[in-house]
């Protein structure tokens, strides 16, 4: 067992499975609510395909898979381990959860959308930490995706709480056509880029209209940097303006021009409330200083995303699909548009709803995409897929019936919504030239203001003037009334007659004083209120055409509403006829496949047979060729034994004639003898004469009888050698003929074998060819895994995991943790406090480990504003893993690293397979154990050294660097 520094002696496991416990279960009621979607997901695939599907991804492939997908990183050692061992039927299913719930699943979910929103721009205005951390902490929250969006988008930099949300905007200056470019690709999956001078070249479906009504959100936004008291920059915040339209004209069809008002795709042009000239400012523009306008058009970005907007929707659900399977369903994913439908629209389709249903909860979809079997799938090809070809060969005609239908379908759709975006095209023409001609009613109107102003001025100078001056004169007025009703009462007081006399004449200076500028505001008022009468007549006038722009972007809205609903079922038709196109051509090439597999089959069998018979041809003439000497002499020796026999019976059968033909005259002469005898009864000469002429005749019978007896053998024997001599004669004619045979028939099959083998290999040529499209293919309809590239980031956590850098981190930071700031034995039993905690240990790792990632970024990512999806190869990726300090620094012996772990193991075997499990989660095969046995045994006092290149050389291998 592996020692335990912590002070509870399980601390640390109890903060990971007690905390999984909690997030798990305050989402098990949204996740219940879901749990079928996986299933239909994969009902959606099967329905996409022909043909069969790859089996289940091994434990070892998974657990790989799974921890890169959810956590961004590969799975320890012993986690692998434990994960293999372990027998429950449930246990993928605890896996996801447990990993839905480690705080690395928000550190990676953080980087992906860094990296797909920010694609790796350099600082600007806000530090890059700032903006990883407000996203780190949204995922943490499980904050809906929708939130989160517009968070980023009507963030302006004022507020300290959300200012590293507005990055998205103020690092890329708040261009108008950079960011309206960037928010359709990335937010809403449409690159309009190309339309920004004129309706896309290449795609028919992407307008002009739409890519300046996403800059319309943005033509009025700036980056403001406002000043302290000591007019020293302060950081740098969004301004908006309160005015300016944005109008475009084709390049191509200078004809076809327009105005719009801010519209995001899938939704309708943003009506905006009208200010009078001069009322459009909260805070009015100053010199220096930020204005601020009562309506904002960007802040209203963020009020059309949501539920209703079905391309917005649609763009997360397909970009969240590609994270988990490899690719979209759209692929690329910025790019939806007719001619590049869904693989399965209807599941996108279903996707998009559930995301939706699920109020936007990203770590809940994500649970039930790896759930699906869809997701959990091998990479391997099923053993059997080409032999059931055959059996779709029935289905074609249908699946070409169905095509047909679904195209006619299209036809009819594509020419209504033809229609329709002609009639809102002629509309949209019939704004330009009421714009020209409110801008034209208004254009006085300004100066008109100046005169008001000017006039306004001037009254109220002359006002300012005329009170005092009238209060002057009343007093004076006054005084004097006074002075002279004093001098009747007292007429012999000179100076008090005199006072009344200088007051009435100071009076009667201050009246006509008083009068002449009342004179003068009375003209300024006149003046005034000829001039505002007169702005009020050209308001009147812009009203009026500002009425009949209204009515004309009604109409317009009526109109580009019809076409929207028109698109949006041609788009639906257009997926349902490229999805049936893409069946029948499949169930085509299966069928293709299984023809080829057959005729390549039988040419093999044919070429095979053909070679075997040459073979056996030429092996069998060069052994009969070597034989017949041999057959040749044996015929001539029979010839030979087949003559002397037959001379012998020759020479037999002419003794046996002398002796036949002795016994046949002496018999006659004996019986002549003998009836001589009878004749002559008394004669003793003649008696004994025949006496010895039967003694003789007897001695010729068994003479006779011994030559008989040695010809019938000597006979038997010419009849054997005789018929030796046929069986050496037949041998041999038959040898010749055979050799004559096979002489005849090797240059046939020499020409033959040649042919046939052509034919074989042609036929594998194009059996090969059809067969090796099936993986890609299938793999780009979810019928089999994909196999993908690591991401810069993935790659460097998975090296600090199985290393061991990752654990020896962990433990060391947690063991820190723990003495600065100890846990209560009562703190230990709170899942809120353990998740803190857990929280807390993951935070500090990270930034201890952090500037080593960059490392990796700065080698394997792509440049600065680029897509950050491509996969390449260069010398110095390799010099970096293989020769780099930084990871031969881990490799070295310390703690419980793989170095530390694999040198005590003497095994070269049992070394292979805590190696092997470590980099890749699965067991050696017997090849890889042989290798690292020969390697380890070939450098015997080398042993740190050829341990530290084996672990070198399987990090920088294709195995490890990609997701398979």
Request: charged residues 30%; hydrophobic residues 40%; without cysteine.
């Given at each position: 067992m592996r020692r335990c520094i912590l002070p509870s002696g399980c601390l640390f496991k109890a903060l990971t499975s007690l905390a999984v416990a909690l997030v798990i279960g305050s989402a098990s009621t949204a996740w219940a609510q879901n749990a079928s979607l996986h299933a239909r997901i994969d009902e959606q695939i099967a329905l996409g395909h022909i043909g069969p599907m790859s089996p289940v991804a091994s434990d070892a492939d998974f657990v790989r898979r799974v921890h890169l997908d959810l956590i961004g990183m590969l799975p320890s050692g012993a986690e692998a381990r434990a994960f293999l061992a372990e027998s429950a039927p449930d246990k993928r299913v605890r896996l996801i959860d447990r990993l839905l719930a480690d705080p690395r699943h928000p550190r990676h979910m953080a980087n992906v959308f860094d990296v797909m929103w920010m694609e790796r721009r350099a600082d600007k205005h806000v530090p890059a930490a700032d903006w990883q951390k407000y996203l780190f902490d949204s995922f943490t929250a499980n904050k809906p995706y929708d939130q989160l969006v517009r968070e980023v988008l009507a963030a302006d930099g004022t507020d300290p709480a959300t200012r590293p949300a507005a990055k998205f905007l103020l690092d890329r200056d708040a261009e108008p056509f950079r960011v309206a470019r960037d928010v359709g690709r990335m937010f809403f999956g449409h690159d309009l880029q190309c339309a920004q001078c004129h309706d896309h070249p290449n795609i028919d479906d992407y307008y002009q209209a739409d890519y300046h009504g996403l800059v319309a959100f943005f033509s009025?936004?700036?980056?403001?940097?406002?000043?302290?008291?000591?007019?020293?920059?302060?950081?740098?915040?969004?301004?908006?303006?309160?005015?300016?339209?944005?109008?475009?004209?084709?390049?191509?069809?200078?004809?076809?021009?327009?105005?719009?008002?801010?519209?995001?795709?899938?939704?309708?042009?943003?009506?905006?409330?009208?200010?009078?000239?001069?009322?459009?400012?909260?805070?009015?523009?100053?010199?220096?200083?930020?204005?601020?306008?009562?309506?904002?058009?960007?802040?209203?970005?963020?009020?059309?995303?949501?539920?209703?907007?079905?391309?917005?929707?649609?763009?997360?659900?397909?970009?969240?699909?590609?994270?988990m399977m490899g690719r979209g369903l759209v692929e690329p994913v910025d790019l939806h548009h007719n001619a590049n439908p869904p693989t399965h629209p209807q599941l996108l389709e279903l996707l998009t709803d559930e995301f939706v249903a699920m109020k936007y909860d990203v770590r809940a979809f994500l649970r039930e995409l790896a759930l699906s079997q869809t997701y959990q799938r091998s990479i391997d090809l099923p053993a059997d897929f080409v032999a059931q070809g055959t059996a779709l060969a029935a289905q074609v005609p249908a699946l070409d019936q169905q095509e047909q239908q679904t195209a006619a379908v299209s036809k009819v759709s594509s020419d209504a919504a033809s229609k329709a975006l002609e009639a809102a095209q002629a509309a949209r023409a019939t704004l330009p030239p009421i714009y020209e001609e409110r801008t034209k009613a208004a254009q006085p109107i300004a100066e008109t203001q100046k005169a008001i102003d000017a006039a306004n001025k001037a009254l109220a100078e002359a006002s300012a003037k005329l009170a005092p001056k009238q209060d002057v004169a009343k007093l004076v007025v006054e005084a004097a009334a006074k002075a002279k009703e004093a001098s009747v009462k007292l007429p012999g007081e000179a100076d008090l007659v005199e006072a009344a006399a200088k007051f009435e004449a100071r009076s009667t200076a201050l009246n006509a004083e008083v009068a002449a500028l009342t004179k003068e505001v009375a003209d300024k008022t006149a003046a005034s209120k000829a001039a505002s009468d007169k702005l009020a007549t050209l308001n009147t006038a812009v009203d009026a055409v500002q009425t009949k722009i209204e009515a004309a972007r009604k109409q317009l809205m009526a109109l580009e509403d019809q076409h929207d609903a028109a698109a949006a079922k041609n788009r639906a038709d257009l997926a349902a006829t490229a999805l049936a196109k893409r069946k029948a051509a499949e169930a085509k090439s299966l069928v293709e496949a299984a023809n080829l597999g057959t005729a390549s089959q039988s040419s093999q069998a044919a070429a095979a047979k053909l070679s075997a018979d040459l073979a056996a041809a030429k092996a069998t003439l060069a052994k009969l060729t070597a034989e017949l000497p041999a057959m040749q002499a044996a015929q001539a020796a029979a010839q030979k034994a087949n003559d002397d026999a037959a001379a012998a019976m020759t020479a037999a059968k002419g003794v046996l004639n002398m002796k036949q033909l002795a016994m046949k005259e002496f018999g006659e002469v004996l019986a002549k003898a003998d009836a001589a005898a009878q004749k002559l009864a008394g004669d003793a000469e003649v008696a004994a004469t025949v006496q010895k002429l039967k003694a003789r005749s007897e001695t010729l019978t068994a003479e006779l009888a011994a030559v008989t007896k040695d010809f019938t053998a000597k006979d038997e024997a010419a009849k054997t050698a005789a018929a030796k001599l046929a069986a050496a004669t037949q041998v041999v004619a038959a040898t010749t003929a055979q050799m004559t045979d096979l002489s005849q028939k090797t240059p046939v099959l020499e020409q033959q074998v040649p042919a046939a083998t052509a034919k074989a290999a042609a036929d594998a040529a194009a059996f090969q060819r059809v067969t090796a499209e099936i993986p890609e293919r299938w793999a780009k309809e979810f019928a089999t895994g994909r196999v993908r590239h690591l991401s810069p980031e993935q790659f460097a956590w998975s090296v600090l995991v199985v290393t061991g850098v990752y654990h020896n981190y962990t433990i060391a930071t947690?063991?820190?943790?723990?003495?600065?700031?100890?846990?209560?034995?009562?703190?230990?039993?709170?899942?809120?406090?353990?998740?803190?905690?857990?929280?807390?240990?993951?935070?500090?790792?990270?930034?201890?480990?952090?500037p080593s990632v960059v490392q990796f970024v700065n080698l394997f990512g792509n440049g600065q504003a680029a897509p950050q999806t491509d996969f390449f190869a260069t010398v110095d990726q390799a010099l970096f893993v293989a020769n780099g300090g930084t990871v031969r620094s881990w490799l070295a012996p310390s703690g419980e690293n793989l170095t530390a772990r694999l040198m005590p193991l003497n095994d070269p075997k049992a070394l292979a397979e805590e190696m092997y499990i470590s980099l890749f989660a699965r067991t050696p095969t017997a090849a890889e154990v042989a290798e690292v046995t020969q390697y380890l045994a070939a450098r015997p006092n080398e042993r740190l050294q050829a341990v530290q290149e084996m672990c070198w050389g399987l990090i920088s291998s294709t195995e490890f660097r990609f997701n398979h």
């Open positions: 009025r936004t700036s980056v403001f940097i406002p000043k302290d008291k000591d007019k020293k920059n302060l950081p740098a915040v969004l301004m908006d303006a309160a005015t300016g339209e944005v109008g475009y004209q084709s390049v191509f069809v200078p004809t076809a021009k327009g105005v719009t008002l801010p519209k995001v795709l899938g939704g309708r042009q943003v009506e905006e409330p009208r200010f009078k000239a001069g009322e459009e400012y909260a805070v009015p523009p100053a010199p220096e200083a930020r204005q601020v306008p009562k309506y904002s058009r960007r802040a209203q970005l963020a009020a059309q995303i949501g539920p209703a907007n079905r391309p917005f929707n649609r763009n997360i659900a397909n970009r969240l699909w590609a994270m947690a063991a820190e943790i723990e003495k600065a700031k100890p846990l209560t034995e009562e703190a230990k039993k709170d899942p809120a406090q353990l998740t803190a905690r857990q929280r807390e240990l993951e935070a500090a790792v990270f930034a201890k480990l952090a």
